[in-house]
């Protein structure tokens, strides 16, 4: 079995991977809830009978074959910096890192595919993937599904579909979201209207760290909200499409504030860098909204390509338990801030000045390749 | 005679020159107040007797020595946006700029000696120089009055003195001043206490522009209030103890805050050079701060030496009348706080990041000279 440390050693593939639409879409998930047939739910199970689960669960989960060599392990055995580590990862949920007794994470090596083992369900199953590929990640999870159901007897009702702990769950268990990046719909002021429009629809909307978190660095969360009496498909079509609306107003409203106003993008772009190149104390809000605008500039040809990468590399690795590990201690919040700056610097100190002159507006220019 | 462009093409000798504890003491300033005698005073005077009392004294000041092919204007003649650069540069008082017929300016070559004509007064006469060198500035400006009193008959009387419209200057007309940088007695909250101290002396403290301006970019201005019953010698003295105390309070802060928190001072003028060397819209304010912190950043060696001088420089180029002097035209608010950033931008482009390992402490700890 691979060591935390190993796991965690390496940057996701979904960190590094290209994705479609990764200008504006970092991540897409699929979550799967199921439980098993005639086990009482884990926040209802007694503690025996948690550990009872866990031991139908495991050797099933383990046996996957995409989990040969995975990580696998209680949550008790880990430290409370290393559960921390794989929630900002989005690897295990908040809710999953504080429990106890019974709840184990069993993780792909690659990090793509993430199970928690009795969280609020007795089985939480995450596929991610960069870029826009709900299509993808829900193939890989589903093949994973169905595998286990060869092994497990899952709690399924003929009419509600599969039993879940919660009633927001019940009949696919399915929780398909995308992260997007959206700071042109922020800066020109019409993410309100936007976000408005997707929740109108039927879909939610959330920060960076799931429910009822608030945006940071211009990161928004859209998912499904119901989960009952409509087809796996027909939400995938659903979010699909919405996702693509957005990350389309997204990309207009990059075009028009670098037409409309390119001084202000300029500005924008080029104080973020100016701090985070130089700063020596920066907090996690901070350093966000900067690589926001960073990453921005990278896919507006103020910087190279490459930057959106980095930064995004860089809002898993600044975060506090990111550091600490980094930093093989606990580390007061005072050295965090120092901590973080002096990762940011190093990592950005190769990085050239944003250069408006080399932007796809002043450079390119092409002609619409659709209207020749 | 000398044409305005002329003038204010170069910098001033205070801008540039070198002067005594020039790390703290920007200039050093002396004013003296005379009045013609049996001629009205300027605010009193018909717009006839105003023209009457120039065409005495405008030969006289234009006969002296020092303002052998001098500026000589009346301020009539001037645009609005060059007096205004004249008040930038501290060569007219804000109220001279707004003075109509019958007043004008006569200023030396090198701009170090500047004489306003029915400004408040019949005759308000300025020497400038860089550093703490009130002395020096006064000397040159005695030489310059007692030249005058061969030529002009002053209202003088044996038991006051020098009669002045405003019975505040009455006596020995002088008013010293020296304009002080004081960035660590600010970021370590001392300042209140620091500039109460020198209130309670009898000693004025104003912002960087005279009477009732705020202070911007930690430039605190102190200067004599009384100018009556004390000798020229007594005041310049008293100010010039004071003045050596408050620069010697702002060295041991600077020192303490890079002993105490060398973090939070590579911070602030990390960011500070971050944002002056990649922001594409700044307002004055923000950039004088700024610009005090690089100040600051090259007096600790963070930066090299002559960024004291390049931010002075900076300091007067990027207020609103040089900035459309520059551009030639008249500019919006926002059209200047464009230029700024340029103007900022490009002056800066060849100074290097700050760097912490080259500041006196870590980098000298010379041992003390006098100990030796």
């Known amino acids: 079995m691979m ?19 990764n200008a504006v879409v970092l991540t897409s998930r699929i979550r799967l809830a199921r439980n098993l047939r005639g086990e009482p739910f884990p926040g209802w199970a007694k503690k025996e009978q ?23 392990q209680e949550l008790d055995d880990l430290s409370s910096v290393q559960k921390q580590v794989l929630v900002e990862r989005h690897l295990i949920s908040r809710e999953h890192a504080a429990r106890g007794e019974g709840s184990a994470a069993v993780i792909e090596r690659r990090q793509s595919i993430a199970l928690m083992l009795n969280e609020e369900d007795h089985l939480r199953m995450q596929a991610i993937r960069p870029g826009m590929s709900l299509r993808a990640a829900y193939e890989s999870l589903a093949a994973v599904d169905e595998e286990l159901e060869q092994s497990l007897e899952l709690a399924f009702d003929h009419d ?28 020109s002021d019409q993410i309100g209207q936007v976000l408005q429009a997707v929740n109108k629809i039927g879909l939610a909307v959330r920060g960076l760290y799931g429910e009822g978190t608030e945006s940071l660095g211009n990161l928004f969360q859209i998912s499904n909200q119901s989960t009952l009496g409509e087809s796996e498909e027909t939400i995938l079509r659903r979010l699909e499409r919405v996702i693509a609306q957005v990350a ?10 670098l037409e409309d106003d390119p001084e202000m993008v300029s500005d924008k772009i080029g ?14 809000k ?27 590399a860089l809002l898993m690795d600044i975060q506090p338990a990111h550091l600490q590990l ?34 796809r507006k002043k450079n390119g220019n092409d002609p619409d390749p659709e209207i020749l």
Chains 1, 2 share one sequence.
């Open 50 to 72: 948690r550990r009872q689960t866990l031991e139908i669960l495991r050797p099933a989960v383990e046996n996957l074959p995409c989990m040969k060599d995975a990580f696998s």
């Open 160 to 187: 509600l579909g599969y039993l879940t702990t919660c009633p927001t769950n019940l009949g696919t268990g399915l929780r398909a979201s995308s992260m997007l990046h959206l700071p042109a719909l922020v800066l």
């Open 286 to 312: 901070e350093a966000l909204n900067h690589l926001s605008l960073l990453r921005l500039g990278g896919d507006l040809g103020f910087l190279p390509q490459e930057t959106v990468k980095s930064c995004d």
């Open 3 to 21: 060591r935390f440390t190993t796991l965690i050693k390496n940057p996701a593939d979904w960190m590094t991977g290209e994705g479609a639409d």
């Open 326 to 359: 980094h930093s093989g201690r606990k580390l007061t919040p005072e050295e965090r801030d120092q901590i973080r700056a002096e990762i940011v610097r190093s990592r950005l100190q190769t990085l050239e000045a944003p250069d408006i002159r080399s932007t």
């Open 271 to 284: 104080r973020a860098y100016g701090v985070l190149r130089h700063a020596w104390i920066i907090d996690s």
């Open 248 to 257: 389309t107003h997204e990309r207009n409203a990059r075009d028009k504030l």
